[in-house]
């Protein structure tokens, strides 16, 4: 993302923070939430291939989930020094 530049006209930082502040609080949720349907060996009987299938997707939505709110929480680093 391109870090706006705060200007007379434009939004103050505490504007553009707060909905940043906002949407860490709902990817946290979206973490816990995520983490409850990790998927379980027992619940693939007989069936390894496809539960470590699912087991690599699931990793892939935790590391994509992390990544944004990475990328969200630096992006208030930065408006806070502007």
Sequence with gaps: MVDPI?????SSAEDLSK??????D?????SEALSKIKPHGRDYPNQFDR?????QHHS??????RK????VFNEI???KHI
């Design 68 to 71: 944004v709110r990475e990328e």
């Design 6 to 10: 705060l200007n007379n006209n434009g």
């Design 26 to 30: 709902l990817l946290q949720d979206a």
């Design 19 to 24: 909905p940043r502040y906002e949407l860490l």
């Design 51 to 55: 539960y470590e299938r699912d087991r």
């Design 77 to 79: 680093l930065r408006l």
């Design 60 to 65: 892939e939505r935790v590391k994509t989930l």
